[in-house]
């Protein structure tokens, strides 16, 4: 495990439940694992994309949570379908450990993608959360009253520009984990 590529991954999607709502944005970071002699866990960027999903069920979609990532059909004109952005995403992220902030939520509606193409999922079976290290990490710290992806990028003075768009949260959980590891 010290030794595979971490992809830092962060969906978008048209609501919170993966067997009703769609991935509209998929975005990712790659970066390798470095440790020096005394342990300590540097990464090395590698690469990063996003893809914007042309959702099929758009009437489906929670209101809230396309106010939320800022969906506006005329932003996905453009977009692909989801067979082509889970092909293109799984090529990238061979062999890799996914990591999150509550990689739960992204990883159900990747499994629920992977399924209905019929791709094979070709990561890691484990899996990073970045909200389980920063408790582990932050618990104890008084300033910290919530590990939602703003307050840590508020608390370790990380700049998430897009908030709540696929590539800039995977940025900032790049960010975060890098922060948190070596605490």
């Not at 977009?79 to 799984?90: C, D, Q, R, S, V």
């Not at 703003?150 to 370790?156: G, Q, T, V």
């Amino acid at each position: 495990m010290k030794n595979q590529i971490l992809a830092f991954i962060d969906l978008e999607t048209t609501g919170l439940l993966p067997n009703k709502h769609e991935i509209i944005e998929i975005g990712c970071v790659l970066a390798r694992q470095e440790f020096s002699e005394s342990g300590v866990l540097t990464l090395e960027y590698i690469d990063e994309f996003e893809y914007k999903v042309k959702p099929t069920h758009i009437e489906t979609a929670d209101p809230v949570g396309l106010s939320i990532n800022g969906y506006d059909e005329k932003d996905w004109i453009f977009a692909i379908g989801l067979k082509e952005a889970i092909e293109a995403t799984a090529a990238r992220v061979k062999n890799t450990i996914m990591v999150g902030h509550n990689v739960a939520f992204d990883f159900a509606f990747l499994e629920k993608a992977f399924e209905e193409t019929g791709i094979q999922n070709p990561m890691h079976y484990h899996k990073l959360d970045t909200i389980s290290i920063a408790y582990a990490k932050l618990h104890n710290h008084k300033e910290v009253e919530k590990f939602s992806l703003r307050a840590l990028c508020d608390y370790l003075g990380i700049e998430n520009k897009r908030a709540h768009s696929a590539l800039s949260d995977a940025r900032a959980t790049y960010e975060i984990f890098q922060k948190l590891v070596n605490m």
